[in-house]
């Protein structure tokens, strides 16, 4: 197998290429890529190098997942045989400057926060969907003429280097993510399917947003305010790790008051009012409702997002440091004024279910539990769910459904085979995971149904009936355990509502990224009178018992 040739005698000085990605159809992706010209970078002072720039739009919802379009312009530097020096990502309003050394990638945030990992030398650099880098790589194996390829690309999302293999067949390659690669007559990608996905090379047409890219690449402004119908106070606590960013939200008049709960988000990198990147959960409309209805209530930036900082996990997410959080924003709410004498009770969504589940376990015991969208078998089972619904959706023949399927097992596979299996043996394509195994691993240990039957508390359990992330078999398991264990649960499932709680318009996970979306005042009413009625059990039991 050949490495690559030289950039400077090797690569058109007019290299230019475009390219659509496209699904049933229908584009959701399109990337562009051009040299330059050569460039120097202040840590290697008199070296010349080779500078890029990548654009690149991607409508999720097109695709069948969930979020708003967003553009990204990229440059990078690299030297004459493509091995990345400097990479630097503008997307969202944010910039990341990734500096790479044969031994380590380092990446400033836009925060000014740093970021360092080992890697093994990489050969290239391949970013999320950047076809264009994939076309620098098969121009530059001797020409383009078929020959194959065994090295290492770094993933900058991953921070890690990951091995890819080229295997020459008569038309292109076949890689080892199981890309099928068309050799186009100038060398380099003319076209590639993967998994139901087909990406074409196109004729070279700058966008009409490439000098402006820096404006669209901004973040559009989430212009979230609160009600003039209650208070919310900005606070902040200090976590095991990091300092939260967090907001108390209660009635206006405090003394009309008569619970308070902890709010518990769903995975991912969310803020305290439920933005995620550009998308709005909706966590502000819950819980700005509840404080008109009397629940005060705290809700706290998971790591990484709003004003708090990335962990030390940041580069291996863990389970277990969600849970520590948890703890602190539990007792930050417990030691604040506005919750001063009342009913503590914790509301999770989604993964955040499971945290109040185990959460509500331990002393001091909260007064209730809300479960909304909480699954309750094992992640791989629920993730495999959600790979057939959106295989269905999205009409995927019986192939892609079942590779799908296959990698998905092969991924828990070596998940549970613990942190000591030999992570040198890993496919390509599980490799580029193994970032995520520890986090797959320690939500595996906790069951969500050993859970529930552990929690002899009030609990309720809602669901949308449009849920596309949990499902009618995670009700079940939860209905069955509380059953058997003779539980408090009072269960509703809520007629056309999605994950997020909102009505439902038809769009599956598409319509995440739609504006105006509310979640339901039902939902809001539904937890504010549960509430209310548990507290006048309560009060009816201690006055019987003081009789």
């Not at 404006?215 to 989430?222: H, K, L, M, Q, S």
């Not at 001063?340 to 589940?357: D, F, K, N, T, W």
């Not at 007064?367 to 959600?386: E, F, H, M, N, S």
């Amino acid at each position: 197998m050949k490495r690559f040739l030289s950039i400077s005698k090797d690569l058109a000085p007019g290299w230019r290429v475009q390219f659509a990605m496209r699904l049933n159809d229908t584009t959701f992706c399109e990337s562009w890529g051009e040299l330059l010209g050569t460039d120097q970078d202040d840590d290697l002072p008199g070296e010349t190098l080779h500078r890029f720039r990548f654009l690149q739009w991607i409508d999720p919802a097109a695709a069948g997942s969930t979020g708003p379009v967003t553009y990204r312009s990229c440059e990078m530097l690299c030297r004459d045989d493509l091995a990345p020096v400097r990479y630097v990502v503008h997307s969202a309003g944010e910039t990341a400057v990734f500096r790479i050394t044969r031994e380590q990638v380092r990446v400033t945030l836009a925060t000014g926060q740093e970021i360092a990992a080992p890697i093994d030398a990489p050969d290239f650099l391949l970013d999320a969907n950047m076809i264009p880098q994939l076309d620098l790589c098969v121009r530059l194996l001797t020409g383009g003429d078929g020959a194959g390829f065994v090295g290492r690309f770094l993933s900058p999302s991953a921070m890690q280097t990951i091995e890819y293999t080229l295997d020459p067949t008569e038309t292109g390659w076949q890689s080892s993510f199981g890309e099928t690669i068309t050799r186009a007559e100038s060398g380099g990608v003319e076209r590639v399917d993967v998994d139901g996905v087909e990406i074409r090379h196109l004729p070279f047409t700058l966008p009409i947003w490439a000098d402006r890219a820096g404006d669209i690449t901004a973040e559009v402004p989430r212009g979230y305010t609160p009600p003039a119908s209650m208070r919310l106070r900005e606070t902040s606590f200090q976590g095991p790790d990091v300092v939260h960013g967090a907001a108390l939200a209660a009635p206006l008049n405090g003394g009309t008051a008569f619970a308070a709960a902890v709010y518990f988000a769903g995975s991912g990198r969310i803020d305290r009012h439920g933005f995620s990147g550009l998308l709005d959960l909706g966590t502000h409309q819950l819980l700005d409702g509840l404080a008109e209805r009397g629940v005060v209530s705290l809700r706290y930036d998971k790591r990484g997002a709003g004003v708090t900082p990335l962990g030390t996990d940041m580069l291996e997410p863990s389970f277990e440091g969600v849970l520590s959080d948890a703890r602190a924003a539990v007792a930050a709410l417990r030691a604040a004024p506005e919750s001063a004498g009342l009913p503590l009770y914790y509301i999770g969504h989604s993964q955040g279910g499971l945290v109040a589940l185990i959460l509500s376990q331990e002393d001091p015991k909260p007064a209730g539990v809300v479960l909304l969208a909480t699954v309750a078998r094992p992640i791989d089972l629920v993730l495999a769910d959600q790979v057939r619904s959106q295989a269905d959706k999205l009409a995927f023949s019986e192939d892609v459904l079942t590779r799908r399927l296959e990698d998905l097992r092969a991924l828990f596979d070596h998940v549970r085979r613990g942190p000591d299996s030999d992570k040198s043996a890993l496919p390509p394509k599980i490799a580029a995971q193994r970032h995520l195994m520890r986090w797959y691993r320690e939500q595996l240990a906790h069951d969500p149904v050993t859970a529930i039957r552990r929690t002899k508390l009030p609990i309720l359990l809602m669901r949308g009936s449009k849920d596309e992330q949990a499902f009618d078999a995670d009700d079940r398991a939860f209905l069955d355990a509380a059953e058997e264990e003779d539980l408090d649960l009072t269960y509703r499932l809520l007629p056309g509502l999605d994950h997020l709680m909102v009505q439902d318009s038809g769009g599956g996970l598409a319509d995440y990224a739609q504006s105006g979306r509310q979640v339901e005042q039902s939902v809001v009413d539904a937890i504010a009178d549960w509430i209310a009625e548990r507290q006048g059990t309560i009060r009816q039991e201690e006055e019987r018992h003081a009789r």
